[in-house]
C-alpha cells in the first residue's frame, strides 16, 4: 500500500509569511504526528491528531497550528514565519492504540523541506 | 519525559554484525522500546520494537535487559544501505492513546567496505 505522502516537498517563503503543509497518512491509519526537524535541535515532536482532534502537542508556540481532516489527511500551518522556523518538517501515521498497552510503529513521509529567508 | 543515551557514532566493516547500545534507566513499565532509523535525506524508517522479550523481524533483532534499563539493536549483517542515524525511542504512553515520540541525537553509524 502506499506510503505516507507529503506536499509540498520544498518551499521557500519569506519573514513574516504563513505556510500550510499537507500529509495524507498510510491508509486505515487515523493518528497524524508532526515533527520539526532541524540540525542543532534535532527531530521535535510538534503535535498528534487522531479522529479530527489534537491530543497532544509538544513546546511550539502558537504559531504552529495543525488540523486533520475527516480521511484523517492533515495539514500543519506556521504563521508570521520567522528564519529559525527553516527545517524538515516530517509527518508520520500509526494505527491508533487500541488500549493503554499496545505501542505500534509509526510511518514518516519524506518531509517538506521549508526555507525561510 | 523519558530519556535515552547512545553513543554519538559507531563503525562496522561490511558483512560484519553490529550491536547499538542503548540505555533507559528511567523506563517506566508500560513504556515500550522502539527503534528507528533515518538515512540522509530521508525521514526516520522504522526498525523495531519491543516491550520486555526479544524480538527478531526481518530488518534486525532487538535484545532487551532483564531490567529493562538497557537494550541493544542487533543488525545481523551489515550493508553500506545500513549507514544512517539510529535512534532509540521510548514509547510513553502518556494516557488517551496519544503518541508522542521523544528522539535523542541518536547513534549515527558508518558501514566501511
Known amino acids: 500500500k502506499a506510503g505516507v505522502t507529503q506536499t509540498p516537498r520544498y518551499l521557500i517563503k519569506t519573514r513574516g509569511q504563513q505556510v500550510t503543509l499537507s500529509c495524507s497518512p498510510i491508509?486505515?491509519?487515523?493518528?497524524v504526528s508532526w515533527y520539526q526537524q532541524t540540525p542543532g535541535q534535532g527531530l521535535q515532536f510538534l503535535f498528534e491528531?487522531?479522529?479530527?482532534?489534537?491530543?497532544n502537542k509538544g513546546n511550539f508556540p502558537g504559531r504552529f497550528s495543525g488540523r486533520q481532516f475527516s480521511n484523517s489527511r492533515s495539514e500543519m500551518n506556521v504563521s508570521t514565519l520567522e528564519l529559525g522556523d527553516s527545517a524538515l518538517y516530517l509527518c508520520?501515521?500509526?494505527?491508533?492504540?487500541?488500549?493503554?498497552?499496545?505501542?505500534?510503529?509509526?510511518?514518516f513521509g519524506p518531509g517538506t523541506r521549508l526555507t525561510v529567508t | 519525559d523519558a530519556k535515552t543515551t547512545q553513543p554519538n557514532s559507531m563503525e562496522s566493516n561490511e558483512e560484519e554484525p553490529v550491536h547499538l547500545p542503548c540505555n533507559h534507566s528511567t523506563i517506566s513499565g508500560t513504556d515500550y522500546i522502539h527503534w528507528y532509523r533515518q538515512l540522509p535525506s530521508q525521514g526516520p524508517e522504522y526498525v523495531i520494537h519491543g516491550l520486555t522479550s526479544n524480538v527478531n523481524n526481518r530488518m534486525a533483532s532487538l535484545a532487551i535487559a532483564e531490567d529493562r534499563k538497557s537494550s541493544t539493536l542487533i543488525l545481523h549483517r551489515a550493508t553500506l544501505r545500513d549507514a544512517a542515524v539510529y535512534y532509540c525511542i521510548l514509547d510513553a504512553y502518556s494516557g488517551a492513546g496519544s503518541y508522542q515520540l521523544t528522539f535523542g541525537k541518536g547513534t549515527k553509524l558508518s558501514v566501511i567496505p
Open positions: 491528531y487522531f479522529s479530527e482532534t489534537q491530543r
Open positions: 508520520a501515521s500509526s494505527l491508533a492504540r487500541s488500549n493503554g498497552l499496545l505501542s505500534y510503529e509509526q510511518y
Open positions: 491508509s486505515g491509519h487515523r493518528s
